[in-house]
């Protein structure tokens, strides 16, 4: 690839803005492109980071590198434009039934799981905000990324660079110039297309198992008598933008006949009956939700590499339900293909899907 030329990303959330922070990173230009939408998965995610995940309690796939790849990113970031949006936090995770507290003492003598767990002590106090039955662990090294913010902070920061631009690329709209390719008279060296869940409508990846789940995310008042962690059981609660908290959330596979940010209300009302049966021992005011699709695949694991009908273009996707997790590392991933031809990791290889 040349890298004279600029790279074209076209999408601008949490997989285009993370590559796009790869490139700067490493002084080589390009264009961001993205259509601005108020609402998007990238915008409303509660952004949480949490190294043991899952009904199975099992460590995050490859946490360790993942989770420096990613503090690294954002904290570089920060430095870079002034803010704080990636926040450590550490995690409250309640016991759903006998069966998981049995799982979680056997889990706990795994030497791997150490660094990321301490032991909760029963508190009376913890019982009076929250259904805690079957008992707790803390879930340490942690965070939650305020993926608003860290977005707008970015956008502003490409304006002034000249690299981002509000509109829309059609893949129909851009003609091929000998290894270069031209988008509204301008010549790029490749096109990464980080279009989230939108993919799916591209018929040259029809054979992708997108596997597009809508979610919910409210944002309540509650009393939590001064908890501060995030606290989980099933569905969760976690501290948000402005000193709010945050609930979520929802995995509805059947929104296509609503739309991506219409919620079924049966689904909602699901929400708020576990968050009040199984989680909350106090009332709580709910003052929004917002409600956006996850770009998830069967399996739950990444899509990125070369789109294979397409010299020069390469897809980025598949991030689900961990994309601030998973983008950093899979960007710099992805420019290293791209820039080096370095072979992809099998394991996030869109192509093993083919
Ligand atoms: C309710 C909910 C809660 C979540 N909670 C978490 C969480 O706690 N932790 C976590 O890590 N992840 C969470 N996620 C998942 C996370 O949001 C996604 O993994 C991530 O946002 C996906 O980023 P993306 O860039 O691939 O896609 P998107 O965020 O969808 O971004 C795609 C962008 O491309 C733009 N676009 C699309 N087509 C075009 C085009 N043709 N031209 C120009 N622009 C285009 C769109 O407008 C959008 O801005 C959550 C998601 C939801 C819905």
Request: with cysteine; proline share 8%.
């Given at each position: 690839?040349?890298?004279?030329?600029?790279?074209?990303?076209?999408?601008?959330g949490l997989a285009g803005v993370t590559l796009a922070w790869s490139l700067v990173q490493r002084g080589l230009p390009f264009l961001l492109v993205d259509r601005a939408e108020a609402v998007t998965?990238?915008?409303?995610?509660?952004?949480?980071?949490?190294?043991?995940?899952?009904m199975r309690l099992n460590l995050s796939w490859r946490y360790p590198q993942l989770e420096a790849a990613a503090r690294r990113l954002y904290q570089a970031v920060e430095s870079k434009v002034g803010g704080h949006f990636y926040h450590q936090v550490d995690c409250l995770r309640l016991f759903r039934d006998a069966e998981?507290?049995?799982?979680?003492?056997?889990?706990?003598?795994?030497?791997?799981?150490?660094?990321?767990?301490?032991?909760?002590?029963?508190?009376?106090?913890?019982?009076?905000?929250?259904?805690?039955?079957?008992?707790?662990v803390g879930i340490v090294g942690g965070a939650w990324l305020d993926t608003a913010a860290f977005l707008a902070a970015s956008q502003r920061h490409f304006e002034t660079m000249g690299c981002w631009l509000q509109g829309e690329v059609q893949s129909s709209s851009l003609v091929s110039s000998g290894a270069l390719w031209r988008w509204q008279d301008r010549e790029f060296a490749?096109?990464?297309?980080?279009?989230?869940?939108?993919a799916v409508k591209e018929e040259s990846l029809a054979w992708l198992p997108f596997r597009l789940a809508q979610g919910s995310v409210l944002e309540i008042d509650a009393a939590l008598g001064g908890e501060s962690?995030?606290?989980?059981?099933?569905?969760?609660?976690a501290p948000g933008p402005n000193g709010r908290w945050r609930a979520?959330?929802?995995?509805?596979?059947?929104?296509?006949?609503?739309?991506?940010?219409?919620?079924?209300?049966?689904?909602l009302e699901h929400l708020h009956a576990r968050l009040r049966r199984t989680?909350?021992?106090?009332?709580?005011?709910?003052?929004?939700?917002?409600?956006?699709?996850?770009?998830?695949?069967?399996?739950?694991?990444?899509?990125?590499?070369?789109?294979p009908q397409r010299a020069g273009h390469f897809v980025f996707n598949g991030l689900g339900s961990k994309g601030v997790l998973r983008a950093p590392w899979a960007a710099e991933h992805l420019l290293e293909v791209m820039l080096h031809g370095q072979p992809l990791d099998p394991e996030v290889d869109l192509m093993r899907f083919a």
């Open positions: 690839m040349s890298q004279a030329a600029p790279v074209l990303i076209v999408g601008g998965s990238s915008k409303i995610a509660a952004g949480l980071v949490t190294p043991i995940t899952g998981q507290a049995a799982l979680w003492r056997r889990r706990s003598t795994q030497p791997e799981l150490a660094p990321f767990w301490q032991a909760e002590p029963d508190r009376a106090c913890l019982r009076q905000h929250f259904h805690a039955p079957f008992g707790a490749a096109v990464v297309w980080c279009v989230g869940w939108e962690r995030v606290v989980t059981r099933g569905c969760w609660v979520g959330t929802t995995y509805d596979l059947a929104f296509a006949a609503r739309g991506p940010h219409e919620p079924d209300p049966a689904v989680l909350l021992q106090q009332p709580y005011d709910l003052r929004g939700v917002q409600t956006a699709v996850r770009p998830a695949m069967e399996g739950s694991g990444m899509a990125i590499g070369r789109w």
